[in-house]
């Protein structure tokens, strides 16, 4: 097929057939994007890609505008773009990416087109947008990083903040509408659990994007999170009206302060989905640090271990561990602090929500406590993070902080016993 294919140009063809208007919509439209999305999906060869794509055919098709109202086409082109980006690399991103020149920007259609669908309503066009997104962020190249992290790209990052937000708004009034006396109907827990998992979806898809390691996206997405979704919408809403102004961070003068875009149980839920949801060590540390640290963790964070630049609150406010020294089995912990630039975010220090959070926990209120509870239970079933840091906020097992406590004294026992032996050897 493919060598009957590339042997009559029907690429061409094809793209000559979909200038023209009335075919951009119903079956030509599906049948055509599925036909080259199945192609792309079959193509061994690595010559025959770039046969494929340097002809600029696929260029032109990406920039059309289809019957974007009909469901089926939607879906058939938002799969022919991530069928491309599977293909993408340093090589072959050469031939949709157009850096500037003659006064030019540069423009990558296949991005700018796929991330205008980013918040639509099918779940699966949303999936294949966030694939495609990620699939070009692993691409090392730095113009094309400049590229998404310059404006306009890099609106994307404030939609999808934007996105989260009013997902949880949407998840409060469902809160807000349940009867406490007796109880959710399915029908309302239901369309929670729905909430929910859209939004545990697009934190995990953070998490990703983090985990790709490009720090000017670090810092980018970091920032618009941090400002745009977890002060308003996970942290203020923690803080009751009675917190003394002494708990403000430094930076907030007390006609600052606002409140959460939510209430705090809508806050406690989502936390919960967060904490299963990010599997980056660096930013779920952070995130602990701000809500159960004490003033030992307000100030400004160091270089993140392997890599992000160690500048003005980088995106490593993610260093919340120095590698162990040569010789010890157990370093003492360097713990995560909140960076300034978060804490002018968050409004107030990181003790001031460890005492709200707590107070939920030994509080009247049975629903914010049952779901305090279970934001304690996600943070302890995560694998990502750190003993050390579970340690310092109070979360370690018992059982385990034990044996933490024998192997210490074990190794300081075998470091004493080395001591004397090679006392002894000398004399």
């Known amino acids: 097929m493919v060598e009957y294919f590339l042997t009559n140009s029907l690429l061409g063809h094809f793209t000559r057939i979909l200038k023209q208007r009335s075919n951009r919509r119903g079956h030509v439209a599906q049948q055509v994007l599925q036909t080259l999305s199945i192609l792309l999906q079959n193509v061994r060869s690595q010559q025959t890609v770039y046969y494929l794509f340097s002809n600029n055919h696929i260029n032109e098709i990406v920039t059309m505008q289809f019957d974007w109202e009909d469901d089926e086409v939607l879906g058939y082109f938002i799969n022919l773009l991530k069928a491309v980006s599977l293909r993408l690399d340093e090589n072959t991103v050469q031939f949709f990416f157009f850096a500037a020149s003659n006064g030019q920007p540069a423009t990558f259609p296949l991005y700018s087109e796929a991330v205008k669908f980013v918040n639509h309503r099918d779940s699966m066009v949303r999936a294949a947008v966030k694939t495609l997104t990620l699939n070009v962020y692993a691409i090392r190249s730095p113009q094309v ?14 939609d999808l903040a934007t996105y989260v937000c009013e997902q949880c708004l949407g998840l409060d009034r469902l809160l807000g509408s ?12 239901g369309a929670v659990e729905t909430c929910l998992a859209e939004i545990e979806d697009t934190f995990s898809y953070f998490s990703d994007v983090l985990d790709v390691g490009q ?11 941090w400002r745009r979704v977890l002060g308003p919408v996970l942290f203020w809403p923690l803080i009751q009206e009675d917190v003394g102004l002494a708990s403000l961070a430094p930076s907030s003068a007390p006609q600052r302060v606002r409140p959460g875009l939510v209430g705090p149980l809508c806050s406690l839920y989502v936390l919960e989905r967060v904490f299963f949801a990010v599997v980056d060590p660096f930013f779920l540390g952070t995130l602990v640090a701000a809500l159960l640290g004490d003033e030992e963790m307000s100030g400004i964070v160091g270089e993140k271990p392997g890599g992000i630049e160690g500048g003005k609150d980088a995106s490593a406010e993610n260093a919340f561990r120095a590698s162990d020294p040569p010789g010890s089995a157990l370093a003492p912990p360097r713990l995560p602090r909140v960076p300034a630039s978060r804490l002018e975010a968050l409004q107030y220090r990181p003790v001031a929500f460890r005492r709200a959070f707590l107070g939920m926990l030994r509080g009247s209120d049975a629903q914010l406590g049952v779901a305090a509870v279970r934001v304690v239970a996600a943070l302890m079933r995560s694998k990502a993070l750190e003993e050390d840091l579970l ?31 090679r006392a002894g050897g000398e004399e």
């Open 391 to 421: 340690d310092a906020v109070g979360l370690l097992p018992r059982r385990r902080r034990t044996q933490r406590e024998l192997l210490e004294a074990l190794v300081r026992e075998e470091g004493s016993l080395r001591l004397e032996e």
């Open 215 to 225: 720090p000017l996206l670090q810092d980018l997405l970091l920032d618009h999170l």
């Open 178 to 189: 349940w009867d406490e006396a007796a109880g959710p109907s399915a029908s309302a827990v």
């Open 145 to 158: 990083c400049a590229f998404v992290t310059s404006y306009p790209p890099a609106a994307y990052f404030a």
